[in-house]
C-alpha cells in the first residue's frame, strides 16, 4: 500500500472533533492523527477498547501491538481500509 492510497482514504473521512476528551485519549494513546481518525470513524467510542482485543484480519495480534513497528503500522492500516464503511 502507498502512502497516497493511506492518505486518500483518510482525507475521505469526516473530521474527528480533536476537543472531544475520548478523541483526546485515542490520539493519545496511538499518536498518529490520520490512525485516530479511520480508527475512530470504523470504531467510535468502542475504538480504545478495540485496541486490546486480538483481530483475526492482524493475525490475532491486538491493533496496540501493531502501533510498534512498522510493518504492524502498515498491517493495521491495510486493516482499516477493508472494513466496511
Known amino acids: 500500500m502507498k502512502n497516497a492510497q493511506w492518505q486518500n482514504y483518510v482525507d475521505a473521512m469526516p473530521d474527528v472533533d480533536i476537543d472531544d476528551p475520548y478523541v483526546k485519549k ?20 468502542t475504538a480504545i477498547s478495540w485496541l486490546d482485543k486480538p483481530v483475526p484480519a492482524l493475525g490475532h495480534k491486538k491493533p496496540r501491538e501493531c502501533l510498534q513497528s512498522r510493518d504492524g503500522i502498515a498491517l493495521l492500516k491495510e486493516t482499516l481500509m477493508r472494513m466496511p464503511c
Open 26 to 45: 485515542l490520539l493519545a494513546l496511538i499518536g498518529d492523527n490520520g490512525l485516530v481518525k479511520a480508527i475512530y470513524f470504523h470504531l467510535g467510542n
